[in-house]
Nanobody, 114 residues
Framework: QAQLVESGGGLVQAGGSLRLSCAAS???????MGWYRQVPGKPRELVAT???????NYADSVKGRFTISRDSAKNTVYLQMNSLKPEDTAVYYC?????????WGQGTQVTVSS
């Protein structure tokens, strides 16, 4: 079955770095891949997306600190997170859009301690 498998979350001190990975399995013709995040009691919010052609889009809150990249041959998307802040603490969800279908990963926890 089609799925997105995330890895790379964890606990880090403020100012540190983490790299998230997400591999798509059994999903073809992926156009956009990306990352969203969610904290309890708040809606899921965009972090960053990258289109097949390489066009990227970032939330203002992460610009200059996070970098999204993609290996289309491996159907994998990465999120390099630097200069992490406590307000970056959330569950991070991988996202993929192929044709009219949208897929979500199971989520990976990122916790930034002050």
């Amino acid at each position: 079955q089609a799925q997105l498998v995330e890895s790379g979350g964890g606990l880090v001190q403020a100012g540190g770095s983490l790299r998230l990975s997400c591999a798509a399995s059994r999903i073809i013709n992926i156009n956009v891949m990306g990352w969203y995040r969610q904290v309890p009691g708040k809606p899921r919010e965009l972090v960053a997306t990258i289109a097949r052609a390489g066009t990227t889009n970032y939330a203002d809150s992460v610009k200059g600190r996070f970098t999204i990249s993609r290996d289309s041959a491996k159907n994998t998307v990465y999120l390099q997170m630097n200069s992490l802040k406590p307000e970056d603490t959330a569950v991070y969800y991988c996202y993929a859009q192929a044709w009219t279908e949208v897929y979500w990963g199971q989520g990976t926890q990122v916790t930034v301690s002050s």
